[in-house]
């Protein structure tokens, strides 16, 4: 079954709320707020913001950890791998979930069932 209209474009928002780290609120903020809103409602949103917020969570960690790993020198071509990472799939996700295809990240570890 196709979603609707309002499925699509909240399971846009899921994706693209994430860019809210770009006003320093972590990114898993944007598509956690949209998770607890539809969760209950809206199957294909719920599905797509559970994935954002996986993906967002599991890249918070990557970023951590690549921040960290600086001190040895392996960081400093880690972090921006990841960061330019993130930003692709997170613009690639929004768009296929705009077209109401279901996404699913790839190197997203499932925290969130």
């Known amino acids: 079954m196709e979603p609707t ?3 699509k474009n909240w ?3 899921a994706h693209f709320s994430a860019f ?4 320093g609120i972590p990114s898993f903020v944007g598509p956690l707020v ?3 809103m539809k969760k209950d409602q809206d199957e294909f949103a719920s599905m797509n913001a559970k994935e954002a917020l996986n993906f967002n969570i599991s890249f918070f960690i990557y970023g951590i ?14 972090l921006p791998v990841v960061g330019i990472a993130w930003l692709v ?8 979930s ?16």
């Open 98 to 113: 705009s077209s109401g295809e279901y996404y699913t990240y790839p190197l997203t570890l499932r925290l969130i069932n």
């Open 5 to 7: 209209a309002e499925s």
């Open 89 to 96: 799939l997170v613009i690639v996700a929004g768009v296929k």
């Open 34 to 36: 949209v998770w607890l």
């Open 65 to 78: 950890v690549s921040a960290i790993l600086i001190i040895v020198g392996v960081g400093l071509l880690l």
């Open 20 to 23: 809210v780290m770009f006003i």
């Open 11 to 13: 399971a846009t928002i």
